[in-house]
Structures are given as C-alpha cells and as structure tokens.
C-alpha cells in the first residue's frame, strides 16, 4: 500500500539521480538541492514529501507556494491528494508534466481554481542561439527598479489575468527587487524605439526610459535554467526585438556556465512560440499549470 511520508537525508542520493533523468522538467527542485543539499527539507517554505511503497520511495512531491510532481503516476497523484483534500484548499499552483497535473487536479475537492493554463510546451536550448543576440541587453541595475517593475507588473497581469499589486504594491516590488539584485532581470532599456523615434512613456509613465525587452532567470541550478518573466513592448514587438534579445539571454547564460537555457509558454501564445522556435529552442515536455 502506498504512503506519504517526507523525505529524509537518506533519499537524497535517489532524488537527485531521479531530477538528473529529466532537468528541464524538475530544474526548481535541483536548484533547490543545490542550495540545500538535503531532500529532507521541511521548512515553512514547503515540503519535499515521497510517495512510498514499503520503505521504498517511488514518486516526490514538492508541497509549498507550488505543488510540484517529481516521476509521478495517478497512484501516487491518488496518495497526495487524500492529504491535500484533507488539509483543505491553499493558494498555491500545481505545475509539472500536462497529463500528471490534470489528473492531479480532477482528484482535489477544492472547488474551481483561479485559472487553468492546461497546455504550456516546454522548451529548452542547449547551443549558440540561431539568430544574433541584442547587444543593448544587459543585466537591470538596481538604480532602474522604477523603470523595471511597471514593465513587470505588465507581464504579470498579461501574463496570470490579474494585477500582482491589486492588493498593495509592496510585496511585489520587493520581488522584483530581489530578481534585480539577484543579477537574474536581463532588460534592454532606452528612451528610443529601435526605429528611432521617442519611446512613449508607458508603462513607465514618469521617466522618458522605457524597457523594450524583459527576460527574467526565475530558477537558476548549476546545469539549467528556468527563464520567467519574458516581456516586449508593445510598440516594438514583430520587429525582431524578442529574438533577439532572448538570444542574448541564452548567450549571457551560457557564457556565465549554465549550459542549458529553458522555459515554458502557453499554446496560445503563437507569436511568443514562434519567436523562441526562431531563437533555437527545441519543445522536450508539454507542462500543465493549475493556479489556486
């Protein structure tokens, strides 16, 4: 009979042999054994829980702000569930492989979730990208917070559906912050358009400097990244400028020796799957996100 139980020292070893089968699908929990060295991580943070049979571990599970699946089956999805169901409805987003995260949600009994985003290809690139990088493109300096974060609260509220700063700005700002110091916020930044004319000043509308090109390393382990937070101005997409700015991305990254760069989009974003087509990405996963 199968059992949930959180991970220990022991099944280190195991868990890090299981990530190192598929990294671009399991890159947030190798970045994660990277900072810890440890499966047993059980923290306010979150939990690495391991579906067992017997004593042996079969499937992982990382329970926190994200639920996220490691080598799982409807079996294990079955197990995790009884305790999540149990434990009651949290705010939080299920994400993984497209087929174990669907039926990971048709077994919570928590109600309709705040979106479904049921079909997102994963892509990853491992090489020179097939187009010239932007030279203008360079890591965000803390002195252009202003001018990063409404670009930022932009993607977001395209991206999810809803505003990061409905609430209140703080929270939000300190993220962008921390991705800024971080040395994870690569942006091109200019109070022209590639053509030459004036930027308008949105979306940062008190200062003539406008970010034309966001792309953010959201996760970040020694082999692969994760890149988040990818953004083009309205006024200068189709020309080019998302091509090649995410070839400079893949360049910086790969120069600073992380061999492999990787996201995922949503299907319906066909110009943005275009674009990373054009860059060099290849598709190695279909992902599925559940937000709650």
Same mark, same amino acid.
């Given at each position: 009979?199968?059992?949930?139980?959180? #991970?220990?020292?022991?099944?280190?070893?195991?868990?890090?042999?299981?990530?190192?089968?598929?990294? !671009?699908?399991?890159?947030?929990?190798?970045?994660?054994?990277?900072?810890?060295?440890?499966?047993?991580? /059980?923290?306010?943070?979150?939990?690495?829980?391991?579906? %067992?049979?017997?004593?042996?571990?079969?499937? &992982?599970?990382?329970?926190?702000?994200?639920? @996220?699946?490691?080598?799982?089956?409807?079996? =294990? /999805?079955?197990?995790?569930?009884?305790?999540?169901?149990?434990?009651?409805?949290?705010? !939080?987003? #299920? @994400?993984?492989?497209?087929?174990?995260?669907?039926?990971?949600?048709?077994?919570?009994?928590?109600?309709?979730? $705040?979106?479904?985003?049921?079909?997102?290809? #994963?892509?990853?690139?491992?090489?020179?990208?097939?187009?010239?990088?932007?030279?203008?493109?360079?890591?965000?300096?803390?002195?252009?917070?202003?001018?990063?974060?409404? &670009?930022?609260?932009?993607? %977001? =509220?395209?991206?999810?559906? %809803?505003?990061?700063?409905?609430?209140?700005?703080?929270?939000?700002?300190?993220?962008?912050?921390?991705?800024?110091?971080?040395? /994870? !916020?690569?942006?091109?930044?200019?109070?022209?358009?590639?053509?030459?004319?004036?930027?308008? $000043?949105?979306?940062?509308?008190?200062?003539?400097?406008?970010?034309?090109?966001?792309?953010? @390393?959201? @996760?970040?382990?020694?082999?692969?990244?994760?890149?988040?937070?990818?953004?083009?101005?309205?006024?200068?997409?189709?020309?080019?400028?998302?091509?090649?700015?995410?070839?400079?991305?893949?360049?910086? =990254?790969?120069?600073?020796?992380?061999?492999?760069?990787?996201?995922?989009?949503?299907?319906?974003?066909?110009? &943005?799957?275009?674009?990373?087509?054009?860059?060099? %990405?290849?598709?190695?996963?279909?992902?599925?996100?559940?937000?709650?």
């Amino acid at each position: 009979m199968l059992r949930l139980a959180p #991970l220990g020292h022991r099944h280190t070893a195991w868990l890090t042999s299981l990530l190192a089968l598929n990294p !671009c699908e399991n890159v947030y929990l190798l970045a994660l054994l990277d900072v810890t060295g440890t499966a047993a991580t /059980n923290s306010p943070g979150g939990t690495i829980y391991g579906v %067992f049979d017997g004593d042996r571990p079969v499937a &992982a599970y990382w329970v926190g702000g994200n639920i @996220i699946p490691v080598n799982a089956s409807p079996e =294990t /999805n079955a197990v995790l569930a009884a305790k999540l169901n149990a434990d009651g409805r949290s705010s !939080c987003s #299920l @994400i993984g492989r497209r087929e174990i995260i669907m039926d990971l949600d048709s077994r919570l009994g928590w109600g309709r979730p $705040r979106g479904v985003r049921e079909r997102q290809p #994963l892509l990853a690139i491992s090489s020179d990208p097939d187009v010239a990088p932007d030279p203008e493109v360079r890591l965000a300096t803390l002195d252009q917070l202003p001018t990063v974060f409404p &670009a930022s609260v932009d993607m %977001f =509220t395209k991206e999810v559906g %809803f505003s990061p700063i409905e609430g209140g700005e703080s929270s939000y700002l300190a993220r962008v912050r921390g991705i800024i110091r971080g040395g /994870n !916020c690569f942006v091109r930044i200019s109070p022209t358009l590639p053509s030459g004319s004036p930027a308008p $000043r949105w979306p940062a509308t008190d200062r003539a400097e406008q970010v034309l090109f966001k792309a953010d @390393i959201g @996760i970040r382990s020694p082999r692969i990244v994760q890149v988040q937070g990818v953004w083009v101005h309205p006024d200068t997409r189709n020309h080019g400028l998302g091509a090649a700015g995410m070839a400079a991305v893949v360049t910086q =990254t790969r120069a600073a020796g992380h061999p492999t760069v990787s996201l995922y989009a949503n299907d319906y974003n066909e110009a &943005a799957l275009r674009m990373y087509k054009r860059v060099g %990405f290849d598709q190695v996963g279909t992902f599925a996100t559940v937000m709650y």
